[in-house]
């Protein structure tokens, strides 16, 4: 039996999200075309009779300019501790340079598997190119290419990790595929909305609380609050004649109904707590450490 921790690292883009929500087929991390979406260290256990892999989305690494970036950077190196192994996942049109400089300052201690995404957008060329490159990286023991949006060849892209993988009793005796309450993945559609509708930088700007989760008979009950740092943020969200927000939620609540398979009733409200990403206790109250 192989057991262990396999936590991914990259910058943001890079496909950390989708590359997860690949391996586990389902939708556990959410996904946006906008930088810094994943806020969390999120942990998928994927397991079958000879093997159990935790698998761990983390933020994208990013240079801290508020408390918030810091909570999520420390989320990183919470991954950097446990791990058995690193997944290094590049986009391979990104530049290999930068992304060496920050996986060398990871400064790891556990064996590597590079992953070379998005080879669907890219020349053969390319890819041969970055094959090159962090080959010769002394903390990369392996390769694979793969484009995690258009599918991936799953035997082929384990087989690395498990070859690295430690021996043991699995660290999960149950059939779950997260550590993580149903709450927080439903707060996670609710602001995976938000990134998809609203403009500029008002997506960095909101945090999602779920205050009320209650399962009645014949449906679930979320009252959740959006909370942005002004008030006009919380107009845009709001929308002409409540336009914006009744979008948001309809979008959200379909995505939570698929997810929890059962109806939902859901109420979202907008709030304002001025400068929140730079508060202690906001940040704790919205789930942002401890």
């Known amino acids: 039996m192989k057991s262990g921790f396999v936590n991914i690292f990259g910058r943001p883009n890079a496909g950390k999200s989708t590359l997860l ?16 979406t994943t806020r969390h260290r999120i942990k998928a256990i994927l397991t079958e009779k000879d093997y159990q892999i935790i698998f761990s989305d983390t933020p994208g690494i990013i240079n801290p300019e508020y408390k918030l970036h810091e909570k999520m950077m420390q989320s990183v190196k919470g991954a950097l501790e446990d791990a058995d192994v690193a997944l290094l996942i590049v986009d391979v049109n990104d530049d290999w340079e930068t992304c060496d400089s920050i996986f060398s300052a990871l400064r790891l201690r556990v064996p590597a598997v590079l992953v070379l995404n998005k080879i669907d957008r890219a020349s053969q060329e390319r890819i041969q190119g970055a094959k090159d490159f962090f080959s010769a990286k ?16 799953f035997k082929k892209f384990l087989q690395p990790i498990l070859e690295l993988l430690p021996e043991g009793a699995p660290f999960y005796e149950d059939d779950s595929i997260s550590d993580l309450p149903e709450k927080f993945f439903v707060s996670e559609l609710i602001r995976e909305k938000i990134y998809e509708l609203a403009q500029d930088e008002i997506p960095y700007h909101t945090a999602v609380l779920i205050r009320e989760f209650k399962e009645k008979q014949t449906l679930t009950k979320i009252v959740a609050d959006i909370i942005v740092h002004r008030e006009t943020q919380k107009m845009i969200l709001i929308g002409e004649k409540g336009s914006m927000i009744k979008k948001i939620g309809t979008m959200a609540r379909a995505d939570i109904e698929s997810f929890l398979d059962r109806k939902v009733f859901l109420e979202l409200f907008v709030k304002v707590k001025p400068k929140w990403r730079d508060n202690d206790l906001h940040l704790r109250e919205y789930g942002y450490g401890q």
């Open 138 to 153: 002394p903390y990369c023991k392996n390769i694979v290419a793969i484009s995690a949006l258009t599918g991936i060849n």
């Open 21 to 36: 929500n690949a391996l586990m087929g389902e939708k556990l991390a959410i996904v946006s075309h906008k930088v810094q």
